[in-house]
């Protein structure tokens, strides 16, 4: 059976364990054929991601903080060096400081608010910025990122992140429609509640967990490599038609009104 992305070349922004979603999207692309580079943020998550991608014969790393502009061009700079393109890239960043995920959303303070849209939003934007160049000198391709329920409706505790996903999930319409014309796609996945160490850090995600499992229409949780499947089709051309929009894998709990 051919293999969905054959051939084709992708980054993956935001591996920090073998328990991220992005590891989950890497380990589905590259069952499917394509060659892969990743990056990392500092040297102390240097050694895990290196560890990872070395699982995956031909993958690259390069460093990037992506609140640095110099790092984001230096990072398309070496996948131009090394590749000349793109054909998809996964954007799986988020952060929020930790006091502004523990108490009320009105407590929070003007960086706090800066910092969660500027790493958790605004990176994708900065990322399409250096990333459409590559992606249409191969004739286009896919970027997707990462979303949850919390930026549609209130969930408590996610706070200023609700705030950054909701403007995350705009960026990715008006990235779509800027992007079109150049071929290229750009959709969320807005996953489930899964239990990867950024989750954890969510107050009462251990009851996030439980409810969904009780009251989703599938009766479980969400498996972080269901989301890296869908991740797949998004990348691949069998979702050539597809620009723009929220793709909900959450065993349908965003389909109640509970």
């Known amino acids: 059976m051919t293999k969905l992305l054959e051939g084709k070349k992708g980054l993956i922004l935001g591996v920090a364990n073998k328990r991220s979603i992005a590891w989950a999207i890497a380990q589905s692309a590259a069952h499917h054929g394509a060659?892969?580079?990743?990056?990392?943020?500092?040297?102390?998550?240097?050694?895990?991601?290196?560890?990872?991608?070395?699982?995956?014969?031909?993958?690259?790393?390069?460093?990037?903080?992506?609140?640095?502009?110099?790092?984001?061009?230096?990072?398309?700079?070496?996948?131009?060096?090394?590749?000349?393109?793109?054909?998809?890239?996964?954007?799986?960043?988020?952060?929020?400081?930790?006091?502004?995920?523990?108490?009320?959303?009105?407590k929070t303070k003007k960086d706090g608010f800066d910092t969660a849209l500027g790493v958790s939003a605004y990176s994708l934007t900065a990322v399409c910025q250096k990333a459409a160049p590559l992606l249409?000198?191969?004739?286009?391709?896919?970027?997707?990122?990462?979303?949850?329920?919390?930026?549609?409706?209130?969930?408590p505790r996610y706070n200023v992140m609700g705030v950054a996903k909701a403007a995350l999930q705009s960026s990715v319409r008006y990235l779509a429609y800027d992007l079109g014309a150049k071929n290229i796609r750009v959709n969320a996945i807005s996953a489930g509640p899964i239990n990867t160490l950024a989750a954890r850090g969510i107050s009462g995600f251990t009851d996030m967990l439980k409810m969904v499992k009780e009251k989703a229409p599938l009766k479980r949780n969400t498996e972080a490599?269901?989301?890296?499947?869908?991740?797949?089709?998004?990348?691949?051309?069998?979702?050539?038609?597809?620009?723009?929009?929220t793709i909900y894998v959450d065993s349908g709990y965003s389909i109640l009104a509970v």
């Open 225 to 245: 490599a269901e989301v890296g499947d869908t991740a797949t089709f998004l990348f691949s051309s069998l979702s050539r038609g597809i620009t723009g929009q």
């Open 35 to 106: 060659q892969l580079a990743f990056t990392y943020q500092g040297e102390r998550l240097m050694e895990n991601v290196k560890e990872l991608a070395d699982t995956l014969p031909g993958s690259l790393i390069f460093p990037c903080d992506v609140m640095q502009e110099d790092q984001v061009t230096s990072l398309f700079d070496n996948i131009q060096k090394s590749w000349g393109g793109l054909d998809f890239v996964a954007h799986c960043i988020a952060f929020a400081k930790a006091e502004d995920l523990e108490s009320d959303y009105v």
């Open 136 to 155: 249409e000198a191969r004739g286009g391709g896919s970027v997707i990122t990462l979303t949850y329920l919390g930026g549609d409706r209130v969930s």
